[in-house]
């Protein structure tokens, strides 16, 4: 059974580097390697450990080898007008492609205050936080969403139907970070259930529903049964309505209708990565980005004045028995990185593993790792 003392610290520039190298090794072109590599070592200098190189092998490695995905990636304009776009991916590198389109997005902002890009036959794209955060930057508000392998069940329901549909916002702040909310509209995403299953560590009773009801927790179990569509994910809220799991419900359905009626795209089952006789095809993920030029309703410092004010009230307001502080979104992935951009990032046993494979599979065997013998 894997422990926690497995885990081994990897510097953060190696760890780049390294899937940068394993990128352009599959055939990316060096730039969008990078933008590839940055996407997730950002995922994990942020903490969100199920979406950095944890997913190297298993999302893009495996994909691109079984030839599901394409490490090139030809981006077609569908669509291109002043305000608005519809880029189709061409099973490309879904980094690629939405940082593609959220550049987009800032650029018809910055001429008409909002820009917006719809995009279809994508894939994967890594943390959904990334790409609001390019808009944070270029001093404007980011939203961003995707839909996903079908993995939620509706409320009332027991069959996995939605992707796990991250909505996400980013805006900026006179804090020294921005406000980022970037989650699931799913109790716990697909990603999480693999780190549980890499450290066999059982998932909570009522995050993942069976057939008949029941609550399952064995991580392994649960994700063999996702794609075989006999479990689902719950909701934001959980099963039912007692505790608002319709909201989640809802808003994972928003999600999915802009992921793909804006763009003609893919939906639900269509998602599955299954053919009819079992076997893995493409994943054509549809996506959203929207840009929103501050300038063009307040000036900056003052949206960012108030954003910050806000925040701070917040922080300050009363604590309840027992908690030392409240957190605002972004406030912990702000201090992760520092932390993390100092010490390197946590790397769990299974990884380890999968790295050293890709490394020796690759011929990369300039990288010299400390879990590992030279």
């Not at 490309?92 to 389109?101: E, F, Y």
């Not at 804090?175 to 109790?187: E, G, H, K, V």
């Not at 004045?305 to 309840?320: D, M, P, W, Y």
């Not at 990185?337 to 790397?347: Q, S, T």
Request: aromatic fraction near 8%.
């Amino acid at each position: 059974m894997n422990s926690h003392d497995d885990t081994v610290w990897v510097p953060c520039t190696t760890l780049e580097r390294f899937m940068r190298d394993v990128f352009c090794q599959l055939g990316t072109p060096r730039a969008e390697a990078a933008i590839c590599a940055n996407v997730l070592m950002a995922a994990d200098e942020f903490g969100f450990d199920s979406h950095g190189i944890s997913r190297l092998k298993p999302i893009y490695y495996d994909r691109i080898k079984a030839g599901t995905q394409l490490a090139k990636t030809k981006i077609r304009v569908v669509k291109n007008l002043r305000a608005a776009a519809v880029l189709d991916g061409g099973n490309g590198m879904g980094h690629v492609v939405a940082h593609r389109a959220m550049t987009l997005a800032i650029q018809k902002a910055r001429q008409y205050g909002l820009g917006m890009v719809a995009v279809r036959n994508s894939t994967h794209f890594g943390i959904a936080g990334y790409y609001p955060l390019m808009a944070v930057k270029a001093g404007m508000i980011g939203i961003c969403g995707t839909n996903a392998r079908p993995s939620i069940a509706p409320t009332f329901g027991v069959e996995n139907m939605l992707g796990t549909n991250p909505l996400t916002f980013a805006m900026p702040t006179n804090d020294p970070f921005p406000f980022l909310l970037d989650c699931a509209t799913s109790i716990i995403q697909r990603g999480k259930v693999e780190i549980h299953a890499k450290l066999n560590k059982p998932l909570p009773p009522g995050w993942v529903i069976a057939h008949d009801g029941s609550s399952q927790t064995d991580p392994h179990a649960v994700l063999a049964d996702l794609i075989a569509g006999t479990a689902a994910l719950l909701p934001l809220g959980g099963a039912g309505e007692d505790f608002a799991g319709y909201k989640g419900y809802g808003y994972a359905t928003v999600v999915e209708i802009l992921s793909a009626a804006l763009q003609q795209g893919a939906f639900l089952h269509m998602l599955s990565g299954r053919d009819a006789r079992g076997c893995a095809t493409p994943i054509p993920l549809g996506h959203f980005f929207i840009a929103i030029n501050i300038r063009h309703f307040t000036p900056l410092a003052s949206f960012k004045k108030i954003a910050g004010a806000i925040l701070r009230q917040l922080r300050a307001s009363r604590k309840a028995p027992g908690q030392k502080r409240i957190y605002t979104a972004g406030e912990k992935e702000y201090a992760t990185r520092r932390e993390r951009r100092r010490r390197g990032i946590p790397v769990n046993l299974e990884t380890q593993r999968e790295i050293l494979a890709m490394r020796d599979e690759l011929g990369l065997r300039k990288y010299h790792f400390p879990f590992a013998p030279n």
